[in-house]
């Protein structure tokens, strides 16, 4: 996708290099940072240089196949070995960063070569997931839509393309004329701060409205889809996603607004077999007391905003389930959040 | 209501002068402004010192009293004409003000004294009023409740009590245990601001979440019922509040959850027909993409939230159709909000 005009990826790999776009930085620095060792990789993605299941997952492969080619000669298998665990051990929940992983690790133990394809390979292939659910949800998107999304499932989590975003990109770069609602996605502002920043970027016209507005412009008939990600599928549909997805989700029904998840195949769990079993995490209640950001000047500040002595709480997603879900837009094409549908994409 | 364990009401007159919360500095600083004369009553309207439909009619209403004291016998007549008009420019949309000062002038024309008296009579009318809501909506709320909240509908907006918040208090005092789900309330944040500040000051235990949590909390049967304020009622129920009251009330339907209304029978205006009928004010954008508050250090601030370059929407208030809303919480009883059980209390 283009920042500034130019077309970028969030993260690639040349020669022993690892290239990535620094997220921590945005939306108000754009910076690429260099990753000259596996170790070093491992750094980006534990302090979160690098973020989203896609482009962790691709920075993993990268990261491994940059272990392959480190290893010395005499103590490849055992250097190897060790580094598939450090990597593993960045972000030990991130389902997309161990898959990944196993593959090149496999193609690592026949030859660096192998591993450096094999990482070259599964980069593309988000890439290319990314793209096809694009290139399905734009059969969707009518001339003249409004589209509202939370949180941020583009790009930026991905490769290239994203996922909820993917269909918003080719449906704009086909000429048809749509408007984007950005849902802010309190407390961490993730459609603040990096949705609008890609639609700045990629041109796409949008407003941000703050996570109470949704309903009303709803209820207004001012909201024709409604397309978001996921972080996990269960077997039959439920979806975890950002907290607020649920309350969009009701809101949808209540008015029929489509309501569609946009995700690759392997965000689908079927070792899960309802939302009930999805646990939910709880993150720092700091994130709803304070907020940070730069001031006019652009100097950076973290402020107050909430009255002294205030508790909070902080569930950082929600399962909204499948009787709500329009239908997925996957990689394989979209289906309806049912059993049987979601079994025969595999 | 009780600050640092002191009783105070938002807005008192004692001799000529208004007391009031200095209400644009809260919650970071608790400090009372004291207005010696009707004109400097006037600017704490405008500049927002006092706020809330009910405080502001107070406020107003002691302002045309002191206007009253202060005239001159000479031109007492001509004084007092100029003076309501005065008032009444301040904050030319608040219903409640002109029903004030409307009485208070009239009082006014018999004389200073029965201005004062007619001032203080309404002033306690409006304590009395937030009261009552509060009795009637205890019997609502059963031991071990938790109720959520959206916005501010506390005693800060009246002279005593509060709408939404008032039935809180008392079975708070009663000794029941209840536990309070605080909406934040984006863009402005009065929930984690002004609401949590009261909690804070009465001892009532809460937790502020982000506006995106309330489905959540509902989904995991963690809210027994949610009360809200009002800024106006439609004669069929239908009824406009800050913005995300709307989607609040479809996710309680969705999880029958009771959803109340609590205000005073002024906030019901028979002339509006349907919700339909009531305009949605838009507030600056800036209240979407800054926030403020203080460092660490205590320094304020105003910060970016999102990407440069982004626009917003800011719709201020929405309109919650009456077939969500379980009951309306007056001072003269809990009605259905139905066209006739509305007319009954007039």
Redesign the interface.
């Known amino acids: 996708m283009l920042v500034k005009g130019k077309h970028y990826l969030t993260v690639w790999m040349e020669g022993r290099t690892v290239y990535m776009i620094e997220q921590n930085l ?3 620095q754009f910076r690429i940072f260099e990753s000259p060792n596996y170790q070093t990789s491992c750094m980006t993605i534990r302090d979160m240089i690098t973020r989203g299941a896609g482009a962790i997952g691709a920075t993993a492969g990268f990261a491994m196949a940059q272990a392959a080619l480190e290893a010395p000669k005499e103590t490849y298998q055992a250097f190897i070995d060790h580094a598939r665990k450090e990597i593993e051990a960045t972000r030990p929940t991130a389902y997309n960063l161990f898959f990944v992983v196993e593959k090149v690790y496999e193609a690592a133990c026949k030859s660096p070569e192998k591993a450096f394809e094999e990482a070259q390979r599964l980069a593309q292939e988000n890439v290319d997931d990314g793209k096809k659910i694009g290139e399905f949800g734009n059969t969707l998107i009518k001339d003249g839509y409004r589209i509202e999304t939370h949180c941020n499932a583009g790009w930026l989590g991905f490769v290239d393309y994203g996922s909820a975003l993917s269909p918003i990109y080719l449906a704009n770069r086909s000429g048809k004329k749509i408007h984007v ?2 849902d ?4 961490r ?1 993730q459609g ?3 949705t ?2 890609e ?2 970027n990629e041109n796409v016209p ?11 412009y709803m ?1 207004k008939g001012m909201v024709d889809m409604m397309i978001v990600g996921a972080d996990r599928i269960a077997a039959n549909g439920d979806t975890a996603n ?3 997805t ?2 969009k989700a ?2 949808a ?2 008015y029929n607004v489509p309501f569609y998840i946009a995700a690759p195949c392997s965000t689908i769990d079927m070792n899960t077999k309802t939302g009930k079993d999805i646990p ?1 995490e709880e993150r720092s209640h700091d994130e ?2 304070y ?6 000047q652009g100097d ?16 950082a997603f ?2 909204t389930p499948a009787e709500l879900i329009t239908g997925i837009i996957t990689n394989k094409g979209i289906i309806k959040p049912t059993i049987e549908e979601i079994k025969s994409l595999f």
Not at 184 to 187: H, K, L, V
Request: glycine share 6%.
């Open positions: 945005l939306p108000f609602w950005v802010e996605t309190r407390p502002s603040a701060r990096l609008a920043w639609m700045v949008f407003d941000i409205i703050p996570d109470n507005a949704g309903a009303h209820s950002k907290i607020g649920l309350e009701i809101a029904k209540y939910i709803v007391l907020s940070n950001g730069p001031d006019k950076f500040h973290t402020i107050m905003t909430c009255a002294p002595g205030s508790s909070a709480k902080n569930p929600d399962v």
